[in-house]
């Protein structure tokens, strides 16, 4: 079973649902230098082609089934095609980071998603705008959980280890074993000779495959760890970083606030 890279680094809420509109073909409709400074938007094109040019790309041509992600401001501009001018539906939305910054973790999302995964979104867009629209009791609750639902699978498609990478069975195996023994800190030269590479061959791979160092990745799954077992209840400060591994409770605190954003102790106080 695959695990995704980056397990630990993407913490977020939509907490705000500015709008959801479904357009009607035009081929009038165009946008020039538009700028969303409060907003996040996805927009899933339902038919036609639009023309697109954003982050210093010339005149993307978007298709039925694609997913275009806007970052909070960002200046891009689109028009419809003039013979077959698309239907899109479109969220803007917020977000609130639980831990780190928002605006990095939805960095991974590219700009402009396609292919059968991105098509399969069609209908959690759909339901958006059904629950928009009808604005039952709870609507916001649904809509925001649906947004969050369609992060989720562009996160997931965009960080998931690809199988067929080289090593990358070999490089799975590595992380499920620093995930199941969290109590252990592995050496690089350890894992590279579990995944049967040199160890700089594996320091290059493990950092493309994760976006992190092996160094970096064995914290994360520490502090993470630690996280849950304070706000169990299980433990203190103290006991949290011995039952990770850490007989440093100052370098604990201090890493578990460069990862986490917090201070261990305000987990303690809830």
Same mark, same amino acid.
């Given at each position: 079973? /695959?695990?995704?890279? *980056?397990?630990?680094?993407?913490?977020?809420?939509?907490?705000?649902?500015?709008?959801?509109?479904? #357009?009607?073909?035009?081929?009038? &409709?165009?946008?020039?230098?538009?700028?969303? $400074?409060?907003? *996040?938007?996805?927009?899933?094109?339902?038919?036609?082609?639009?023309? *697109?040019?954003?982050?210093?790309?010339?005149?993307?041509?978007?298709?039925?089934?694609?997913?275009?992600?806007?970052?909070?401001?960002?200046?891009? $501009?689109?028009?419809?095609?003039?013979?077959?001018? &698309? $239907?899109?539906?479109?969220?803007?939305?917020?977000?609130?980071?639980? /831990?780190?910054?928002?605006?990095?973790?939805?960095?991974?999302?590219?700009?402009?998603?396609?292919?059968?995964?991105?098509?399969?979104?069609?209908?959690?867009?759909?339901?958006? %705008?059904?629950? &928009?629209?009808? #604005?039952?009791?709870?609507?916001?609750?649904?809509?925001?959980? @649906?947004?969050?639902? @369609?992060? %989720?699978?562009?996160?997931? +498609? +965009?960080?998931?280890?690809?199988?067929?990478?080289? %090593?990358?069975?070999?490089?799975?195996?590595? @992380?499920?074993?620093?995930?199941?023994?969290?109590?252990?800190?592995?050496?690089?030269?350890?894992?590279?000779?579990?995944?049967?590479?040199?160890? !700089?061959?594996?320091?290059?791979?493990?950092?493309?495959?994760?976006?992190?160092? /092996?160094?970096?990745?064995?914290?994360?799954?520490?502090?993470?760890?630690?996280?849950?077992?304070?706000? !169990?209840?299980?433990?203190?400060?103290?006991?949290? /970083?011995?039952?990770?591994?850490?007989?440093? @409770?100052?370098?604990?605190? #201090?890493?578990?606030?460069?990862?986490?954003?917090?201070?261990?102790?305000?987990?303690?106080? #809830?």
């Amino acid at each position: 079973m /695959a695990t995704d890279t *980056y397990a630990d680094y993407f913490d977020f809420v939509v907490t705000d649902i500015d709008y959801v509109i479904q #357009r009607e073909p035009d081929p009038d &409709w165009g946008v020039t230098s538009m700028v969303n $400074s409060s907003s *996040y938007i996805l927009a899933y094109a339902t038919s036609g082609l639009a023309h *697109y040019r954003f982050d210093g790309h010339e005149d993307l041509l978007v298709r039925e089934g694609d997913v275009l992600f806007f970052p909070k401001g960002m200046a891009h $501009s689109g028009h419809a095609d003039e013979e077959r001018p &698309w $239907s899109f539906l479109s969220v803007a939305f917020d977000a609130e980071a639980g /831990a780190g910054n928002v605006d990095e973790q939805l960095s991974v999302v590219d700009h402009l998603n396609r292919g059968s995964f991105a098509s399969r979104l069609s209908a959690h867009f759909a339901e958006l %705008h059904l629950a &928009w629209t009808q #604005r039952k009791p709870g609507y916001l609750i649904r809509c925001r959980a @649906i947004t969050m639902t @369609i992060l %989720h699978e562009l996160i997931r +498609q +965009q960080t998931l280890p690809h199988l067929d990478s080289p %090593h990358a069975r070999e490089l799975i195996t590595v @992380i499920e074993l620093m995930r199941a023994n969290y109590r252990q800190t592995y050496a690089v030269t350890d894992l590279a000779h579990r995944a049967g590479l040199s160890p !700089s061959h594996f320091r290059a791979l493990f950092k493309q495959f994760t976006g992190l160092t /092996a160094k970096e990745y064995q914290h994360r799954i520490k502090i993470a760890k630690a996280k849950e077992f304070m706000l !169990s209840g299980e433990c203190n400060v103290t006991q949290a /970083a011995t039952r990770v591994g850490f007989a440093d @409770i100052y370098y604990f605190s #201090r890493l578990f606030k460069k990862i986490d954003g917090r201070n261990p102790s305000e987990l303690i106080r #809830r």
